[in-house]
Every structure is written in C-alpha cells, then in structure tokens.
C-alpha cells in the first residue's frame, strides 16, 4: 500500500470517515481530561501562584501554532512537486487552525506574562516571530480568498508558506538563536534533567498537548473532506452554467 493512494479525494474521504469518530473521542477525552487534571488538581506554584496553570493552555497551543505551519509546509511541498490537490486542500484546511491556535498562545501569553513580567506584551524575540507567524497565517488565508482559480491559489500560497516557514523556525528556536528576552527556553524537559518541569505539572500537559494534537487531526481531518466537497460542488456548478 502507497502512502499516495490517499492523495485519491474518494480515497482520503473513506479513510476520514473511518478513523474522525475514533480520532474525535480521542480528543475529547485527552482535552477535558488534561485541561481538569491541570486546573483543578494541580498545585498552586511556589513563585507563580495559580498563574502558571495557564501552562496548560498556553504550551500545546504554542507547540501546535509552529507545527501545524510545518505540516502546511510539507503539504505546499507536495502539491508543488506532486500536483496533488488532496495535499493543497489539507494546507488550506490547516491554516485557519494553525491561526487560532498561534492566537491562543498570543493571548495567555500576554495573561501569563502580565503578572510575571508586569507587561502584557514585551518585544522580547519569541514574542515577536510569534505575533509575525501569525501575520502569515493571516496572509495565508486571505491569499486563498483573493485567488479566484484555486490552482494559481495553491501555487501562490504555497510560496508564501515555504517563505513563512523561516518565521515558525524562529519562533520554535528564537531563545536559542538570542539570549536576551524575557521569554524562557523550552518548557518540557524530561523528568529527571536539569531543571526539570516539575512531574505535577508534566503529566497533565503531555495529556493537554495529545488532546491538542487528536482535536488539529479531528478537525483537519473534518475540514479537508469539506473543502473538498466544496470544490466538487464548485466543478459540477461550472459545469451545469457552461451546459
């Protein structure tokens, strides 16, 4: 079995229908689960107080913001190269996703910062290529509304991601590149490393980040088969008015 079979429209919306009812259950367990066990059975933190339980909200949707751009990114790839119209569906399907998820990481920073740094926003450099990427993301979605010809759409957002994709590097790896900013380094180190989250804190945001990552599947998955549809739908229209 090819893992291209599912660039097949008929293919990928049989295989969706299977695996979204599992893949939905899944999510809904993980988030409700992760987000109660984080804000209600966890212990205020020492220096934080409660503030740090936005943890909970604000690590899984920074972490899926840079990684869904990356799944555009494989997608645009392919659909340059392949001309697969599944994959430039799947990024288009991705992208109004990938921006509320960098805009929930935008706002509970500013909540989480606010108390901790006594300033809502700080042009400190994770900040920045944040708020940029979500700028492209912005960018991403008007594109495809202003294209009227959604093949010359694909290509041109397709571009715009390859070239957006600097900015969610940066913004996985900007406390890295500069060592000045108030932002601090990555969150989740394993147990027993320097430094470590504390495990009270750990468990319950690995079981908030799977919930994250089985609700972007959900709803790509839900999104991509709708887009789809819709272009079948925009197809048989062109079609009846040419009749």
């Known amino acids: 079995m090819s893992l291209w079979e599912y660039a097949n429209p008929k293919k990928f919306m049989q295989t969706a229908a299977r695996v979204l009812p599992v893949v939905s259950l899944l999510a809904a367990i993980c ?3 992760g987000l109660v066990w984080g804000f209600f059975f966890t212990p205020d933190d020492y220096k934080q107080g409660a503030t740090v339980k936005i943890i909970f909200l604000h690590v899984p949707a920074a972490m899926m913001a840079i990684n869904v751009w990356g799944m555009m990114l494989v997608t645009s790839l392919v659909w340059i190269v392949r001309r697969h119209h599944v994959s430039a569906l799947a990024a288009r399907a991705a992208a109004p996703l990938g921006m509320t998820f960098t805009l929930i990481a935008l706002v509970t920073g500013a909540l989480w910062g606010q108390p901790m740094w006594g300033t809502w ?3 400190d450099p994770r900040l920045t290529s ?3 990427l979500f700028l492209f993301y912005l960018g ?3 594109l495809w509304q202003a294209v009227e010809n959604p093949d010359t759409a694909a290509d041109l957002t397709s571009v715009l991601c390859i070239v957006g994709s600097v900015f969610a590097a940066l913004s996985r790896y900007a406390v ?3 060592n000045q900013g108030l932002h601090q380094d990555s ?4 147990v027993g490393e320097k430094d470590p989250l504390d495990p009270a804190y750990y468990w319950p945001l690995i079981v908030c980040i799977a919930g994250f990552i089985l609700t972007f599947v959900a709803l790509v ?5 709708t887009e789809i549809r819709a272009r079948r739908l925009a197809v048989l229209t062109a079609r009846e008015r040419l009749a």
């Open 121 to 123: 926003w700080e042009w």
């Open 130 to 132: 944040f708020l940029i």
């Open 187 to 190: 969150t989740i180190m394993k």
């Open 31 to 33: 988030m409700v689960g």
């Open 140 to 142: 991403y979605v008007a």
């Open 176 to 178: 890295k590149f500069w």
């Open 221 to 225: 998955l839900l999104r991509t088969v």
